[in-house]
């Protein structure tokens, strides 16, 4: 009766272990496998740049009125909120290229000599803009006729390119075709065979620049006979930086 509990229990463990080296030897033969391909890989790198003039121009037009009373300061807000408005659409500015970003009412409080009480001084209502302007030659114009409308706050003037796609494809054939000579000229040097690409990776973006990130701030400082500023458009550049993953024998 004992023997025959021992026979089964030391089968049982015979049954075990065959089917741990079923399940084993099959995953490390796999690892190898990669390993080993691993072994044959070359990985480079292509770089492209492309110089293209924007087209549009965004900018972030804000007013911001301070007053204790929260109706007053909230009407002469929405009054000059509407005067600008009115004014983009009199010079052509499209309702899809105007969009409020931002719109805020917050108390303002101060402190008595003792700065340890606080009292409530007011409000500050804050609206802001978000604008393209398509046609490049009125940026400086808008900003002037924004600012004598009840913007005093100008910033964020970037200029883009509206749509770039094709710039895009055009910078990352460029890229693959300098990663392509990199991975020839290995070849070469290396004395070995590129059989197929195993993988591909891209990390593409492009550099708008900033003219300036705050133009004009606190417009009751500045005399209103200034006039229009001069905006210097310059070019913005495409980039596109691919990686290529090569097998080779």
Same mark, same amino acid.
Not at 27 to 36: E, Q, R, S, T
Not at 103 to 110: F, N
């Given at each position: ?22 399940i084993t030897i099959p ?10 391909e691993k072994d044959n ?79 409530l001084a007011g409000y ?91 133009? @004009? ?21 495409? @980039? ?10």
């Open positions: 009766m004992e023997n025959t509990f021992l026979n089964k229990t030391f089968r049982n463990l015979i049954n075990i272990f065959i089917l741990v080296l079923i995953v490390l033969a796999f690892n190898l496998g990669i390993d080993k890989l070359i990985s480079v790198t292509g770089f492209a740049e492309i110089y293209a003039k924007p087209d549009v121009a965004h900018i972030v037009l804000t007013v911001v009125s301070e007053n204790k009373s929260l109706k007053l300061a909230t009407e002469d807000n929405n009054t000059k909120g509407n005067a600008i408005i009115a004014f983009l659409k009199e010079n052509n500015i499209e309702d899809r290229d105007i969009k409020t970003s931002q719109y805020s009412i917050v108390p303002r409080y101060e402190y008595y000599n003792d700065y340890r009480n606080r009292y500050d209502v804050r609206q802001s803009l978000s604008v393209k302007v398509r046609d490049l030659d009125i940026v400086g114009d808008i900003i002037e006729g924004a600012t004598e409308k009840g913007a005093n706050d100008v910033s964020n003037l970037q200029f883009i390119i509206d749509n770039d796609d094709v710039l895009r494809e055009q910078a990352r054939e460029q890229a693959i075709k300098n990663a392509q000579d990199k991975a020839n000229k290995l070849e070469k040097d290396l004395g070995v065979k590129i059989k197929d690409i195993v993988n591909f990776y891209e990390d593409q973006g492009g550099y708008n620049p900033v003219v300036n990130e705050r133009l @004009i701030k606190d417009m009751s400082m500045v005399d209103a006979a200034v006039g229009a500023p001069s905006i210097q458009v310059g070019e913005n550049s495409i @980039i596109s930086n691919v990686t290529i993953i090569y097998r080779v024998k």
